[in-house]
């Protein structure tokens, strides 16, 4: 991570500026999910697991609390966590939703 993320760490939590981006269009249906769900106050934690043979798994989770070590920031209006191993593979990474003929949902990009 660069020079600029380590000045800003807390000893429990960093708030940083963004390290991923949620496209306008990702933003507006997390936005309309929340409502929908009554999730007031939430967020979405973007995370990386697995790993070996089959590859990293990328895994998104509503969020209203942060962990020891996250990352927190806001992208287009919506609070997004990241765990600190996660950060180091999805820096510059962006979120999209994606809508056509073969279904519709989120998408690293």
């Given at each position: 991570m660069n020079d600029q993320l380590n000045t800003v760490?807390?000893?429990?939590?960093?708030?940083?500026?963004p390290m991923l981006t949620l496209t306008p269009m990702a933003a507006?249906?997390?936005?309309?999910l929340f409502a929908e769900k009554n999730?007031?106050?939430?967020g979405l934690r973007v995370f990386v697991s697995g790993g070996g043979c089959s590859g990293a798994?990328?895994?998104l989770a509503f969020e209203n609390k942060?962990?020891?070590?996250?990352?927190v920031f806001d992208s287009n209006g919506v609070r997004v966590y990241l765990d600190n191993v996660s950060a180091t593979s999805?820096?510059?990474?962006?979120v999209d939703y994606i809508q056509g003929a073969m279904?519709?949902?989120?998408?690293?990009?």
């Open positions: 760490l807390t000893p429990e939590i960093a708030t940083v500026s507006e249906k997390l936005r309309a999730l007031a106050g939430y798994q990328y895994g942060t962990e020891e070590g996250d990352f999805l820096e510059g990474a962006s279904g519709e949902g989120f998408s690293r990009g």
